[in-house]
Antibody, heavy 119, light 108 residues
Framework: EVQLVQSGAEVRKPGESLKISCKAS????????IGWVRQMPGKGLEWMGI????????RYSPSFQGQVTISADKSISTAYLQWSGLKASDTAMYYC????????????WGQGTLVTVSS | EIVLTQSPGTLSLSPGERATLSCRAS???????LAWYQQKPGQAPRLLIY???TRATGIPDRFSGSGSGTDFTLTINRLEPEDFAVYYC?????????FGQGTKVEIK
């Protein structure tokens, strides 16, 4: 069974750094892409970027380029999303999701990680 | 960037009725790479349709997708109580991938 299990909710102050995770199981981690999607409170879905754990090829939406870093550790089948200087506007639910390719839909989703940034 | 506009914003229907949701793209979606997702409160989105008209694994046949180019439709025949949710379209044929703003299907 394909599963994407994300790390738990986080509360941080503006300016702090954060790295959240998405652990995959039930399939070959290096054969699929993992993407990240933001959902701000009460809002819609925003595509942030995607990584291929097989060779770490990473693509970002222009809206998120330079704002976040996507990475993966294939030895532990885990993808990451990180910030080096959080802002209050980063408060949102973040989902990881599996994709067959950089130009494909997402077929399996993680449960989401709520990030709250507040002073 | 392709902008997807979904309409209506909210659809108020009764169980057993048909729901017709629209997703219009600002430019042609390459290869009809258009997907539909369902999201219920407190849950992650779930893939319903990809390639504009192919149902994902395990999706009931009351869900159907159609359309091409810039105009796409998700139809839900005979609404069941569990179908009341928010629905999003997504284009994945052009970078960056984009989502529509969502259509809420609520119980009338």
């Amino acid at each position: 069974e394909v599963q994407l299990v994300q790390s738990g909710a986080e509360v941080r102050k503006p300016g702090e750094s954060l790295k959240i995770s998405c652990k995959a199981s039930g399939y070959s981690f290096t054969s699929y892409w993992i993407g990240w999607v933001r959902q701000m409170p009460g809002k819609g879905l925003e595509w942030m970027g995607i990584i291929y754990p097989g060779d770490s090829d990473t693509r970002y939406s222009p809206s998120f380029q330079g704002q976040v870093t996507i990475s993966a550790d294939k030895s532990i089948s885990t993808a990451y999303l990180q910030w080096s200087g959080l802002k209050a506007s980063d408060t949102a639910m973040y989902y990881c999701a599996r994709s067959p390719g950089p130009r494909h839909n997402f077929d399996y989703w993680g449960q989401g990680t709520l990030v709250t940034v507040s002073s | 960037e392709i902008v997807l506009t979904q309409s209506p914003g909210t659809l108020s229907l009764s169980p057993g009725e048909r729901a017709t949701l629209s997703c219009r793209a600002s430019q042609s979606v390459p290869i009809n790479y258009l997907a539909w997702y369902q999201q219920k409160p407190g849950q992650a989105p779930r893939l319903l349709i990809y390639g504009a008209s192919t149902r994902a694994t395990g999706i009931p046949d009351r869900f159907s997708g159609s359309g091409s180019g810039t105009d796409f439709t998700l139809t839900i025949n005979r609404l069941e109580p569990e179908d009341f949710a928010v629905y999003y379209c997504q284009q994945y044929g052009s970078s960056p991938q984009t989502f529509g703003q969502g259509t809420k299907v609520e119980i009338k």
